[in-house]
């Protein structure tokens, strides 16, 4: 509904503005959320947040079904309508369509990126953080004062990023799937949030770096895109072969 009926003269920027709006969206929330948390039992650990990895889980959950309802709902004819209606006809849809190999390969692939995602999230990590990882973060504190986190810069806002020049583009194919893939970095944005014992300023500065370092790398994800494109094109998609 935000947008025109014709593709923008400047999708770029209007990719920035979205990807900006949404964050600051996530973390007036996020603020909201550490409000309702700041009693005394919570900073003195007589109490603790333990929606830590439900709030990693369930947006993740509503965002995938709502984009996918809203791309099957997009392949009927005529329109289902707007709201609720055209997700209900966009869940039917995916609830009777057929899953190819491929389909159930990314599925599969896509829950396990979720599950290590989970698995590491919260304080107390069940997954090893790897070597290189530990090293860009050293280097991240020591240039940023407070560094992102990983997976915002480097999967979060660039499938965000990317998703939305797609959308703007009028090119909707994938892009459900790379927004879904943004939300993570909304999620983890929120659930910065929730580490009550970080300086609210810490906080702060660790969401502004998150997004300006995930939208450079959104740029460069963008003309990676843009090569490989022309790479199949030439290689497979040439009218001669």
Same mark, same amino acid.
């Given at each position: ?7 923008? &003269? ?5 990719? $920035?503005?979205?990807?900006?709006? &949404?964050? $600051?969206?996530? &973390? ?34 509503? $965002? ?124 983890? $944005? ?52």
């Amino acid at each position: 509904s935000w947008m025109s009926p014709q593709a923008p &003269a400047w999708p770029w920027l209007g990719a $920035v503005g979205l990807t900006l709006r &949404a964050t $600051v969206i996530t &973390a007036v929330g996020g603020l909201m959320l550490a409000a309702t948390l700041s009693s005394l039992d919570y900073m003195m650990q007589v109490s603790q947040f333990r929606g830590v990895k439900l709030t990693h889980l369930l947006p993740l959950v509503l $965002v995938f079904g709502v984009l996918l309802a809203r791309a099957m709902a997009a392949t009927l004819a005529p329109a289902p309508g707007t709201g609720w209606p055209r997700l209900r006809a966009g869940l039917s849809v995916a609830g009777e369509a057929v899953i190819k190999y491929w389909q159930a390969f990314a599925i599969v692939i896509a829950l396990g990126v979720v599950a290590f995602m989970v698995l590491r999230s919260g304080n107390e990590s069940a997954v090893e953080v790897p070597g290189w990882e530990r090293s860009l973060r050293a280097l991240l504190d020591q240039l940023l004062v407070v560094r992102p986190r990983t997976k915002e810069f480097m999967l979060g806002y660039p499938a965000l990023f990317v998703g939305l020049m797609l959308l703007l583009q009028r090119r909707p194919r994938v892009t459900w799937l790379l927004l879904a893939a943004g939300a993570i970095g909304q999620v983890s $944005v929120l659930n910065t949030f929730c580490h009550l014992h970080t300086p609210l300023w810490a906080s702060l500065l660790r969401v502004f770096n998150g997004l300006w370092l995930g939208l450079v790398v959104g740029v460069v994800w963008w003309g990676l895109r843009a090569v490989g494109e022309r790479l199949l094109q030439a290689v497979w998609w040439s009218p001669e072969r």
